[in-house]
């Protein structure tokens, strides 16, 4: 009898080990599989990142249509106007004085002509020249394919922003005062936002990022969009420093998807998470 007590205890520890062995072994393939799901994070301070981040859109909200990639649904290329993608990469280009551009003013009106077709208003409206930035469109191009993964397909011109306009002329493009401009009125919008974590799989990059728009001490949950925050309006002081804490409980969270493309990585979507 003792014998068979002992092979039965025998037994009994090998099917312990053995269960937990696959315990441990589903516990491992749970931690792989969470991995590979979620992917290694990044430093978001990382020069990579800080440099993806800029493709979101300017954070000078009158240039290029500001932060149009933070709507209520997803924003992908296709819903992006072409003329305000290509502005957004003439914005990135680091310009320096070699781009600037002395044109002496018409005869007739306080304007200069570029080729047959471009017309721009005198410095002020009222000076004796225009000053205007003459830029490659292959340099353009470059950014251009660096953001969005593919070439400039039609060479549109773009509104800079309320005064300055740019057309496309034989290689080049040349941005000036524009003879007619429209403001806007109403409250100044501000806008707020800050990396939450950056995870990299093997050919993407997410950026995760809380966002929040306020115009009049009113709060918005994206920055195309009208729809509003009322639980952040209600908490909002427009006299306090805006902090990580706020933005996490008040803000909307935000996915930005990059996709590889050789060594580099270019921006696919935008959508709130």
């Avoid at 995870?199 to 195309?224: A, G």
Wanted: glycine share 4%.
């Amino acid at each position: 009898m003792k014998k068979k007590s002992s092979d039965t205890k025998k037994t009994l520890n090998k099917k312990n080990i053995i269960l937990g062995l696959i315990v441990l072994l589903i516990i491992v393939l749970i931690i792989v599989l969470i991995l590979i799901f979620k992917g290694r994070s990044l430093d978001a301070d990382s020069e990579l990142v800080t440099e993806l981040y800029t493709y979101l859109g300017n954070n000078d909200l009158e240039v290029c249509s500001g932060l149009a990639t933070y709507a209520e649904d997803e924003i992908t290329f296709d819903d992006i106007e072409n003329s305000m993608r290509i502005c957004s990469a003439y914005s990135l280009l680091e310009l320096d004085d070699s781009s600037m551009l002395k044109v002496d003013k018409a005869q007739k009106n306080n304007t200069c002509s570029v080729g047959e077709n471009i017309t721009f208003a005198t410095d002020n409206y009222e000076d004796d020249v225009c000053t205007l930035t003459k830029v490659s469109s292959d340099e353009i191009n470059s950014k251009y394919k660096e953001m969005y993964g593919k070439d400039i397909e039609s060479y549109d011109p773009f509104q800079y922003n309320e005064t300055t306009i740019c057309y496309y002329e034989d290689g080049f493009y040349y941005c000036g005062l524009a003879e007619e401009y429209t403001a806007t009125f109403g409250g100044e919008p501000h806008t707020f936002r800050t990396i939450r974590n950056v995870t990299q799989s093997d050919d993407e990059i997410i950026i995760y990022d809380y966002f929040l728009k306020v115009v009049n001490n009113e709060c918005y949950t994206s920055y195309v969009d009208s729809t509003l925050n009322d639980t952040c309006s209600e908490k909002y002081d427009a006299d306090a420093k805006m902090d990580y804490s706020f933005l996490k409980k008040y803000g909307t969270l935000y996915k930005h998807t990059y996709q590889k493309s050789g060594d580099s990585y270019y921006w696919v979507s935008s959508e709130p998470a």
